[in-house]
């Protein structure tokens, strides 16, 4: 007969003799597990988040460890409830949860899932005190922002990612207004609300420029051929290290370019707003050669129009104007040069 004196688990064989139905004596046959622990529990968590550890807690038998993928995080012990701070990596993070007690036996598993999302957010950096005003050409910027995220100034990388809390860049000053966006950047591309900071570098250069020509062009008679010529061109002046004038055709008047800024400006001052289709077109009107066009359809966008090739050069930004100086401008000597009316 089958006898459960035992308890639940335990079968017991117990032969009764004939001549008595009162006196045996039961035996265990195989043994088995007396008492098999509880599948532990996990309180309801979040499904995602944007932290790198989490608490999650729950329930456990109280004679029985906690592990978590493998690793024992909660040692043996007589508490029925677990608490631990899981680590998160980037994406879908699973977990696989069961007891042990002393002897080995496990309780059955407990899976659940938890997506760690990038998060969007990166603070704006900081900025130490710098000069609103310097004759310099140069200055040191420094500042504090987040760890883990790279340094961008007006687009620019200029200080790699790293886990540091400080930054510190040198950003170059032309004469004028010099604006400066800076921005952090995570690992992954996102970017925090700007950070603007103005610097003013006086122009004594282009006064004192412009000063020196009006002397030594003093008593040169005007070229209005020349003049005419060299209407709408940049001129760099290759004796005096390639300083760059403007030859404006309204005017037949040259305008001393400092630096981008300054440039920038001055090329604007001359524009002449037309229509988007003017700047698309496949050719430009012989009149508008040599001049400053803003396309006063498409954000007010400048463009320099080449004097011979009728080539398009669009003035995005100061150093854009610096570069079409660059790339675009036409030698010419001191004595050429003080030959077209400077202006005033």
């Known amino acids: 007969m089958t006898n459960n004196y035992w308890g ?3 079968t017991i064989n117990s032969s009764v003799p004939t ?3 009162f006196n ?3 035996r265990l046959t195989e043994p088995t597990d007396i008492a098999s622990l509880s ?6 968590t979040v499904k995602s988040t944007i932290l790198d ?3 999650v807690s729950g329930t456990k038998d109280a004679n029985g460890n906690l592990i978590i993928n493998g690793e024992t995080v909660i040692p043996w012990d007589n508490e029925v409830t677990w608490s631990y701070n899981l680590p998160l990596t980037l ?8 007891s042990r007690d002393r002897t080995g036996n496990s309780s059955q598993e407990i899976e659940f899932t938890i997506t760690r999302l990038e998060n969007k957010f990166v603070p704006t950096p900081t900025i130490n005190s710098f000069k609103l005003t310097t004759s310099e050409a140069t200055q040191v910027l420094s500042g504090g922002k987040d760890i883990n995220t790279a340094i961008i100034i007006n687009g620019q990388e200029v200080v790699p990612l790293n886990n540091e809390t400080t930054w510190q860049a040198t950003v170059a000053l032309h004469y004028g207004r010099n604006t400066f966006s800076i921005v952090a950047r995570s ?5 925090s609300d700007p950070l603007s900071i103005t610097i003013e570098r ?3 250069k282009g006064e004192a420029t412009i000063a020196a020509e009006k002397a030594a062009a003093a008593g040169v008679p005007v070229d209005e051929a020349l003049t005419k010529k060299l209407a709408g061109y940049i001129l760099l002046q290759v004796e005096s290290k390639g300083e760059a004038w403007y030859v404006n055709p309204l005017d037949g008047q040259r305008y001393f370019l400092a630096g981008p800024t300054n440039a920038f400006n001055l090329m604007r001052q001359f524009g002449l707003g037309v229509k988007h289709s003017v700047i698309t077109a496949k050719t430009i009107d012989p009149k508008l050669k040599g001049r400053i066009l803003i396309d006063t359809e498409d954000s007010g966008k400048a463009y320099y129009v080449h004097p011979r090739t009728s080539q398009l050069y669009y003035l995005g930004r100061p150093a854009d104007a610096l570069a079409v100086m660059r790339q675009v401008g036409l030698g010419i000597s001191n004595k050429d040069l003080r030959k077209i009316k400077l202006a005033q």
Not at 39 to 44: C, F, G, L, M
Not at 187 to 191: F, I, K, N, T
Request: proline letters at 12%.
């Open 19 to 21: 001549s008595s139905t």
């Open 53 to 55: 550890k989490i608490l």
């Open 187 to 191: 690992a992954v591309g996102y970017e």
């Open 202 to 204: 006086p122009d004594t």
């Open 39 to 44: 599948r532990p529990t996990v309180n309801e």
């Open 8 to 10: 639940p688990g335990a």
């Open 24 to 26: 045996f004596e039961p």
């Open 91 to 98: 994406g879908d993070n699973k977990f696989t949860i069961v």
